[in-house]
């Protein structure tokens, strides 16, 4: 990867990188992204004898950052004794104890606290939804915004009497890991939507939202990625610094880390992280190489190095801060976009 910038630029490298590995770095309030959260919405639009129907849509509004593979769980808790009574386009995780519901179908789930997940996109159409089945993956809003959210329908039903339904309490949002912080769910003005064109206005009955912002304080204990850095004038290189990501025992009895040579069998089953041993120990590593500076303009190289034996990044993205984007850029073998929020930042893919 390539990045010429122009004019030239003292490099005295203000530089931040940040390595959004679908799901990576940030704190719960980002200054790259401040405005940066995904959001649950809870439309009902369907009353039923004893319960509702509600379509739930799960919005990733964060810029770079991506929902990666195993995908979003979503959870709660249920303020009475309500049941769901079917779904489609996800499913809960678990039925739970559903013997008093003795003379008709069974419902869905009877967990007092469900867990939700998002269908395959080869699940049978019967059971699919418009805007569903992504595998629980969410596309950052800036980079594939129609890829950036996934609905579900739920029945939800055992209200006893209660017209009206009560919000759910404590949501919970898994994207895949933890990181995630959901405000109280509250009512918000009905969602409104246009149809015939675009002529007439409907809207549900009643809307429920909810806000998840991510904080890397809660998801990692030590950092993911560093950065090195090496210019063509200088055969130094500045690595990254010792235990960035955190130092692990790596001694020959130990299997914190795979050693050259070592293969991954001699290593303990059902880690999910199995990363090469290094002095940083990262699982990522982003170089930035200054390869010429000429007057009118400066030639970068990225490159990022993948230490992590059990996972690939098929869907990253990259974002950089520095003051040559202020400038006109031009980048070679990946896409570029400027974020709208920040002064000079950019994300790559």
Same mark, same amino acid.
């Given at each position: 990867?390539e990045?010429?910038?122009s004019?030239i630029?003292a ?6 990188l940040l ?7 940030s704190?719960?309030y980002?200054?790259l ?7 649950v919405?809870?439309?009902t639009h ?6 509702y129907m509600a379509?739930v849509?799960i919005?990733?509004y964060?810029q770079?950052?991506?929902v ?6 979503l959870?709660w808790?249920?303020?009475?004794d309500?049941v769901?009574l079917?779904?489609?386009g996800?499913? +809960?995780?678990?039925? %739970?104890?559903?013997? =008093?519901?003795?003379?008709? !179908?069974? &419902?869905?789930s009877c *967990? ?6 998002d269908l395959?996109?080869?699940?049978a ?5 418009e805007?569903c089945c992504h595998?629980g993956?969410?596309?950052a ?6 890829n950036?959210?996934s609905?579900?329908?739920?029945m ?11 919000k759910?309490?404590n949501l919970?949002?898994? +994207?895949?890991?933890? %990181?995630?912080t959901? =405000?109280?769910?509250?009512? !918000?003005? &009905?969602t409104?939507s *246009?149809v015939i064109?675009g002529?007439?206005?409907i809207?549900?009955?009643?809307t429920?939202?909810?806000t998840?912002?991510y904080s890397t304080f809660?998801?990692?204990?030590v950092?993911?990625c560093?950065?090195s850095?090496s210019?063509?004038y200088n ?9 960035s ?9 130990t299997?914190?880390?795979i050693r ?7 290593l ?5 992280d ?14 930035w190489?200054?390869k010429?500076?000429?007057?009118f303009?400066?030639?970068v ?5 993948n230490y ?6 098929s869907d990253?993205n ?14 070679y073998?990946?896409?570029s976009?400027?974020?709208?929020t920040?002064?000079?930042a950019?994300t790559?893919t």
């Amino acid at each position: 990867m390539e990045l010429i910038f122009s004019p030239i630029w003292a490099f005295a490298l203000k530089l931040t990188l940040l390595l959004v590995v679908m799901s990576s770095l940030s704190d719960c309030y980002d200054p790259l992204d401040p405005n940066g959260n995904i959001t649950v919405t809870f439309d009902t639009h369907k009353w039923t004898d004893d319960g509702y129907m509600a379509r739930v849509t799960i919005q990733n509004y964060y810029q770079y950052r991506h929902v990666e593979k195993q995908g979003w769980k979503l959870g709660w808790t249920w303020a009475e004794d309500e049941v769901i009574l079917s779904m489609s386009g996800a499913f +809960a995780t678990e039925q %739970g104890n559903c013997s =008093s519901f003795k003379f008709q !179908t069974p &419902p869905h789930s009877c *967990l007092k606290n469900p867990v939700i997940v998002d269908l395959e996109p080869t699940a049978a159409p019967e059971i699919m939804t418009e805007d569903c089945c992504h595998g629980g993956i969410l596309s950052a809003w800036a980079i594939i915004p129609s890829n950036s959210f996934s609905s579900f329908e739920i029945m939800v039903g055992n209200l006893k009497g209660n017209t009206y339904g009560n919000k759910p309490l404590n949501l919970t949002l898994m +994207a895949p890991g933890p %990181g995630y912080t959901c =405000s109280p769910i509250e009512d !918000t003005d &009905p969602t409104v939507s *246009l149809v015939i064109g675009g002529r007439r206005q409907i809207q549900v009955f009643r809307t429920w939202k909810s806000t998840c912002t991510y904080s890397t304080f809660l998801s990692n204990k030590v950092p993911v990625c560093c950065v090195s850095l090496s210019t063509f004038y200088n055969p130094t290189i500045t690595t990254c610094p010792q235990c960035s990501c955190g130092c692990r025992a790596a001694n020959p009895s130990t299997d914190s880390c795979i050693r050259e040579g070592s293969s991954l069998s001699q290593l303990s089953s059902g880690k999910l992280d199995i990363v090469r041993c290094t002095d940083h120990m990262c699982p990522i590593r982003v170089h930035w190489h200054v390869k010429n500076n000429y007057m009118f303009h400066w030639r970068v190289k990225l490159t990022i190095s993948n230490y992590n034996h059990a996972k690939n990044y098929s869907d990253w993205n990259i974002l950089v801060q520095h003051p040559g984007f202020s400038q006109n850029t031009t980048t070679y073998s990946f896409n570029s976009t400027a974020l709208p929020t920040v002064g000079f930042a950019g994300t790559f893919t």
